[in-house]
T-cell receptor, first 114, second 115 residues
Framework: DQQVKQNSPSLSVQEGRISILNCDYT??????FLWYKKYPAEGPTFLIS?????DKNEDGRFTVFLNKSAKHLSLHIVPSQPGDSAVYFC?????????????FGKGTHLIIQP | KAGVTQTPRYLIKTRGQQVTLSCSPI?????VSWYQQTPGQGLQFLFE???????NKGNFPGRFSGRQFSNSRSEMNVSTLELGDSALYLC??????????????FGPGTRLTVL
């Protein structure tokens, strides 16, 4: 039973346009969410996070939106650049009682086309 | 500040063998978490060690075990290897428990192939 789902295995976006990556979760105890970016042959690197007390967090070109009622979060990248081509993982944490560390989605492969 | 290092980077084993992977966290970090990444299952949490004690454990069989030393370096062991254990094993370090609101820093991973 996947508690964090990224339903799009891949996404292709033109350079300069907006990239929107989506993530859904089922565990209502999750209250902290993170996005990681992963290039081939490298470990994931932290990108941006959001606490459940917020509905938006922005960092430069990256914005994460959280809709708690829908148990949905999204990562917006504006404008998209060639270096953004990577696999993006959504992760969730249950700090209050989680014994399972971070729960990750399966990832979305973002391809930025020139 | 040096990042998280993992050795070896690549490993080929045969079914039934055992394997030990090593992870050195960022200096000063006391938490080391291990993850398995496969194309079908994505990133799955194995376990977390903090101050030499296993604090959290994912849903993996007992063939997967680990330990942490007093210098925070961690090893992960897989016994009686199966073909399905072929994966990228990632280690991540943080300065507090990973299940809290801190973020983790990942190593490059060890690519294990079981033949």
């Amino acid at each position: 039973d996947q508690q964090v789902k990224q339903n799009s295995p891949s996404l292709s976006v033109q350079e300069g346009r907006i990239s929107i990556l989506n993530c859904d979760y089922t565990n209502s105890m999750f209250d902290y969410f993170l996005w990681y970016k992963k290039y081939p042959a490298e470990g994931p690197t932290f990108l941006i996070s959001i606490s459940s007390i917020k509905d938006k967090n922005e960092d430069g070109r990256f914005t994460v939106f959280l809709n708690k009622s829908a148990k949905h979060l999204s990562l917006h990248i504006v404008p998209s650049q060639p270096g953004d081509s990577a696999v993006y993982f959504c992760a969730a944490s249950d700090p209050g009682g989680g014994a399972d560390g971070l729960t990750f989605g399966k990832g979305t492969h973002l391809i930025i086309q020139p | 500040k040096a990042g998280v290092t993992q050795t070896p980077r690549y490993l080929i084993k045969t079914r039934g063998q055992q394997v030990t992977l090593s992870c050195s966290p960022i200096s000063g970090h006391r938490s080391v978490s291990w993850y398995q990444q496969t194309p079908g299952q994505g990133l799955q949490f194995l376990f977390e060690y903090f101050s030499e004690t296993q604090r959290n454990k994912g849903n993996f069989p007992g063939r997967f075990s680990g330990r942490q030393f007093s210098n925070s370096r961690s090893e992960m062991n897989v016994s009686t290897l199966e073909l399905g254990d072929s994966a990228l094993y990632l280690c991540a370090s943080s300065n507090i428990l990973a299940a809290t609101t801190d973020t983790q820093y990942f190593g490059p991973g060890t690519r294990l192939t079981v033949l």
